[in-house]
C-alpha cells in the first residue's frame, strides 16, 4: 500500500493527516484517499477531475507526469506527498 502525505499549508483547509492506502496508480490511490476523507477531492481535483494547477503531487520524489489521468505506476513501496505549486520572482 502506498503512504499519502499531505503538507501542513493543506492541512490549514481540510484535515489531511497521513494515511496508507491500496492502490496501482496515483489515482487509484487518490481516490482511496478521497473515499477517506471526501472534502480533499475539491483541493486537489478539478472540476474535470485532473490535478489542479496549483497542484503538485510527488511519487518517490519524482513529480508526477500525468497531470491529467493520475496514471503514474505505484506499488507497495511508493510515498506520494501532495502539495501546492510554489511560484514567485
Do not use: C, W
Request: charged share 20%; glycine share 6%.
Amino acid at each position: 500500500m502506498a503512504r499519502v502525505v499531505f503538507t501542513a499549508n493543506l492541512q490549514r483547509h481540510v484535515s489531511l493527516p497521513p494515511v496508507t492506502v491500496p492502490g496501482q496508480t496515483v489515482r487509484e490511490v487518490l481516490e482511496a484517499v478521497f473515499a477517506l476523507n471526501p472534502q480533499a477531492r475539491g483541493y486537489v481535483l478539478d472540476e474535470a477531475n485532473a490535478l489542479r494547477k496549483h497542484m503538485v503531487i510527488f511519487h518517490n520524489g519524482e513529480p508526477v507526469l500525468d497531470r491529467i489521468h493520475l496514471s503514474d505506476a505505484v506499488d507497495d513501496n511508493t510515498e506520494i506527498y501532495v502539495m501546492q505549486a510554489l511560484s514567485g520572482g
